[in-house]
């Protein structure tokens, strides 16, 4: 989700609040490339994609997965310095599309696996899944840079340092 929850262990109490608020809705407006027949292409390809939010579930459509599976905090955590509190996370800016495919279709599908596309099953479910990132025909990420940062934030206060 992008989002950075701290609880207390011993109670479960989030330690800042937690507000909720409705999602943003619509597709990201902000395509980029590095020409303009790049950043055309680039807004065809959201376009073409279903999203209402970070919440839009997977469809045979496609749906425009922001932050993506690499967005967000990325898989190696988050490193915590304990002597000043403060927390520094990996984070990534990356949106990809996500398609269900019928499982009837998945297995020839699948083996025709290209370089950077993930296929996986989706056990319990008539769907196999296609994850893949959005691109420009230039293969640049579409959306504007930097699409990485460290983030620092102060365990005490909750603010990004």
């Not at 701290?6 to 395509?31: C, H, M, S, Y």
């Not at 230039?138 to 934030?153: D, E, M």
Request: hydrophobic share 40%; aromatic share 10%.
């Amino acid at each position: 989700m992008a989002m950075l929850f701290i609880f207390n262990r011993v109670t479960g109490e989030p330690l800042f609040p937690i507000d909720e608020r409705p999602v943003p809705q619509g597709a990201p407006k902000d395509a980029w490339g590095l020409t303009f027949w790049d950043r055309n292409a680039c807004r065809d390809q959201f376009e073409a994609l279903r999203f209402e939010g970070i919440y839009t579930p997977p469809t045979e459509q496609g749906t425009l997965m922001c932050p993506g599976n690499v967005g967000g905090s990325n898989w190696g955590s988050v490193a915590v310095d304990a002597s000043r509190s403060i927390l520094i996370a990996n984070v990534q800016d990356f949106p990809w599309a996500v398609t269900l495919i019928l499982r009837d279709a998945f297995p020839g599908i699948r083996g025709a696996s290209e370089a950077g596309i993930e296929f996986a099953r989706q056990h319990g479910t008539p769907y196999g899944m296609r994850r893949e990132p959005i691109l420009s025909p230039l293969g640049v990420r579409c959306n504007r840079p930097t699409w990485g940062s460290l983030v620092a934030v102060d365990l005490r206060k909750g603010d990004i340092l």
